[in-house]
């Protein structure tokens, strides 16, 4: 497990590199990553080259940190996240957020492609997380507290920051997109699941599933970094429609709502 000094490695090496210091930090997820494009003057730094950093192996992830500025904000953004399918564990999974930490942002806006288990919701809608559900699996907080970035026992009452929703929920009134909110649920992939779990998740309270996000965020509470997640409903999810599912149903999706999830999230950094 990393410690304190491996983060510390990893952002200074960052910042020496690009002379950066973002205000925000960005996750993009499946087939988001058009939004990249719209960063201006963008420095790009691929994982790859920073120490200690973690490589993205998911389809539709490029690989990369994209540092520029976007609506007058400087932003970092992740073209390209980790997964706990792709082999690493929870503990692994906070290196990120904690790079962003120490990179200065003072917000996180997370967004991913999920499948949609509320039936009054359809392909192409956004959701606005303000709560998840994850019954599986460990912590990215796991293993000995590194009280730098937080307390060992942290609060999620507000993980999802009411602030920063209410200004998504006003930048929604002028977008061509539907914008709703609602409850995430984490399950560990990389299979997609099973109506029957569907249909649990939904007795459950569970309006969309995913694999990730959770414990990006459980990482931003702990250092008490504030959230704005997306979850772009790429799918209806597994028993809802007759067909099966397919990544090529994700990625295509998110190609058709690019343009205006794109033009939705560069006003609503305007705003925050």
Known sequence: M???????IAADYILERTGFKPELGIILGSGLGHFGDE??????????????????TAIGHAGKFIFGTVSGKKVACMSGRFHYYEGYDFEE????????KLLGVRALIVTNAAGAVN??????????IRDHIKL????????KNLDEFGERFFDMGNAYTASLRKLALEAAEGSELTVREGVYFYMPGPQYETPAEIRAIRILGGDAVGMSTVTEVLTASHCRLPVL???????????????????QEVIDTAKRIEKPFTKYVKDLIGRI
């Open 93 to 100: 999974l906070a290196l990120p957020v904690r790079v962003f």
């Open 119 to 128: 039936e009054s919701y359809k392909p192409g809608d956004i959701m606005l």
């Open 39 to 56: 960063i201006e003057d963008p420095i790009e730094v691929p994982y790859s080259d920073i120490p200690g950093f973690l490589q993205s």
């Open 229 to 247: 997640a997306l979850s772009v409903m790429t799918n209806m999810a597994a028993g809802v429609l007759p067909q099966p599912l397919t990544s």
């Open 2 to 8: 990393p410690d304190y000094e491996n983060y510390k």
């Open 136 to 143: 599986m699996g460990g912590s990215p907080m796991r293993g």
